[in-house]
């Protein structure tokens, strides 16, 4: 089989739009948390994302159809959880501080081409593993050491699913377009989301107001400000994933996972344009040192895939 060419200064191009982009749409999941509920928000986000796609079908020419079913499915059911524990995660954690859990993705990206692909891993890899293990530990802060440990790690799986995720990009779904990509990841969430609200239509739990309700909450009217953000979302995640997905599937994974890193200083300015937040300097220093393990993991990764 031809090696798909690996074009990277474009996938930089990709990758910058796609994370100012989620950065901003991100920060506003706060919103819709303390109206709606996460099982809704992703049945709503995939309805209004499929409408855009609809009608952008037939101007932009997009091909839809997936070439392999089950390679498609297989995608976008990784990534559909991955994202799953990301947003449930964004209700009560700063976005910075989700963004940082998941892009632990690179180190995964390598130990899952270490086992699963048998690519070699460096002295020097190694020592980047174990420099964005003490990064994630450091950005994690007082909940990772004080025993409340599972609501800050959530961010840090959602990071291992993405790894998967991002290398079946590539490796299993190299023909297919970017808006078949899109859609099945949209279309994952949205079954997911049905399924939430089924089960909680017939299992119903107490549900906290507000934000710390977002997982609980099944099915409710929607407030206009959940609608319009939720709008917002679809939009802005149709152009950011459709970005992301395009520079997976034109450069080399370890690479491009190491251009998203751009993310982590965007979701923090927009988190302190919008609502005045900042980080601890021990949380920036462990952004610095998962970003710093990424380089290293890149730097030492062989320029082209060989699978």
């Not at 709503?44 to 091909?63: D, E, H, I, S, Y």
Request: hydrophobic share 60%; proline share 4%.
């Amino acid at each position: 089989m031809t090696e798909t060419p690996n074009r990277t200064l474009a996938a930089a191009g990709a990758v910058l739009i796609y994370a100012c982009v989620i950065a901003f749409t991100d920060n506003y999941v706060r919103v819709i948390a303390a109206d709606g509920g996460l099982w809704q928000f992703h049945a709503t986000r995939t309805a209004m994302a499929v409408v855009l796609l609809a009608l952008l079908a037939v101007p932009l020419g997009l091909r839809l159809r997936p070439r392999r079913f089950g390679a498609v499915f297989a995608r976008s059911a990784i990534h559909g959880a991955a994202m799953l524990i990301y947003f449930g995660a964004l209700a009560f954690l700063p976005v910075a501080q989700v963004a940082a859990g998941l892009f632990t993705a690179p180190i995964f990206v390598l130990l899952i081409q270490r086992l699963a692909y048998g690519q070699s891993i460096s002295l020097l890899q190694v020592l980047a593993v174990a420099v964005g293990f003490v990064g994630v530990v450091m950005v994690l802060g007082p909940e990772a050491m004080s025993g409340a440990t599972f609501a800050a790690l959530l961010p840090v799986i959602a990071g291992a699913l993405y790894a998967m995720g991002n290398i079946a990009t590539r490796q299993w779904c190299a023909g297919e377009s970017a808006e078949t990509l899109v859609a099945g990841f949209f279309g994952m969430l949205g079954v997911l989301g049905l399924i939430g609200m089924a089960v909680l239509w017939l299992m119903p739990v107490a549900v906290p107001e507000g934000a710390e309700g977002f997982l609980q909450r099944g099915a409710v009217w929607p407030t206009g400000s959940f609608l319009w953000w939720t709008f917002v979302q679809a939009a802005g995640s149709l152009l950011g994933v459709g970005m992301i997905i395009k520079a997976y599937q034109i450069a080399d994974a370890s690479k491009v996972s190491v251009f998203e890193y751009i993310i982590l200083p965007a979701s923090a300015a927009w988190g302190f344009f919008l609502w005045g937040e900042t980080l601890s300097w021990l949380a920036v220093a462990g952004m610095a040192l998962i970003a710093l393990a990424g380089i290293l993991i890149a730097r030492q990764s062989p320029t082209a895939s060989r699978q």
